[in-house]
T-cell receptor
Framework: SAVISQKPSRDICQRGTSLTIQCQVD?????MFWYRQQPGQSLTLIAT?????????ESGFVIDKFPISRPNLTFSTLTVSNMSPEDSSIYLC???????????FGEGSRLTVL | AQSVTQLDSQVPVFEEAPVELRCNYS??????LFWYVQYPNQGLQLLLK??????LVESINGFEAEFNKSQTSFHLRKPSVHISDTAEYFC?????????????FGTGTRLLVSP
């Protein structure tokens, strides 16, 4: 299993600003995954973060908008840059520590952009 | 690209009644299938999964799901629900050729169990 802590749990931000979300895992993992859940919609994978290499982004997501850091095997950050109201979502960090298909999720960071 | 459809956004049911939450997927390649649950004020957690083998999989709290390849479905069932089963349930798929961490989720079904 894995315990994931995300900060902040929620925030209200102004248009045009940036916010960095932190994800801390209680064990070392190779890959960390960032998902987004927009209001009334399903979760969508943003990118996969590997330690020591650049993140791999899914279609529709770019590094300039969602830069990711992965400085070690237990920590990652996701920045939402130049925010607009359309970025209002819950952002979730997840890991699969045993590589068995069981993803563990953080409780999410609820972002509201005014 | 693969996709997941959960037709029911909300399913109200009385305690001890049976329930089925529907999930259909589309994919041109073989898939892994998952059900995740999110209880009120908690994070997502895995309920059950199908990776290979028996097409009927069960969870520890009485839920089961059956992989039906011909109908591209993975419906979740429980013969008798409890109040504590009230939660949002998400069906998800991943492709065998990209690994099972890259999940595509459905929009979720909110199960509301009342006394």
């Amino acid at each position: 299993s894995a315990v994931i802590s995300q900060k902040p749990s929620r925030d209200i931000c102004q248009r045009g600003t940036s916010l960095t979300i932190q994800c801390q895992v209680d064990s070392q993992v190779t890959m960390m995954f960032w998902y987004r859940q927009q209001p009334g919609q399903s979760l969508t994978l943003i990118a996969t973060a590997n330690q020591g290499s650049e993140a791999t982004y899914e279609s529709g997501f770019v590094i300039d908008k969602f830069p990711i850091s992965r400085p070690n095997l237990t920590f990652s950050t996701l920045t939402v840059s130049n925010m607009s109201p359309e970025d209002s979502s819950i952002y979730l960090c997840s890991v699969d520590p045993s590589n068995t298909g069981e993803l563990f999720f953080g409780e999410g960071s609820r972002l509201t952009v005014l | 690209a693969q996709s997941v459809t959960q037709l029911d956004s909300q399913v109200p049911v009385f305690e001890e009644a049976p329930v089925e939450l529907r999930c259909n997927y589309s994919s041109s390649v073989s898939v892994y299938l998952f059900w995740y649950v999110q209880y009120p004020n908690q994070g997502l957690q895995l309920l059950l999964k199908y990776l290979s083998g028996s097409t009927l999989v069960e969870s520890i709290n009485g839920f089961e799901a059956e992989f039906n390849k011909s109908q591209t479905s993975f419906h979740l069932r429980k013969p008798s629900v409890h109040i504590s089963d009230t939660a949002e349930y998400f069906c998800a798929v991943s492709l065998m050729n990209t690994g099972f961490q890259k999940l595509v989720f459905g929009t979720g079904t909110r199960l509301l169990v009342s006394p």
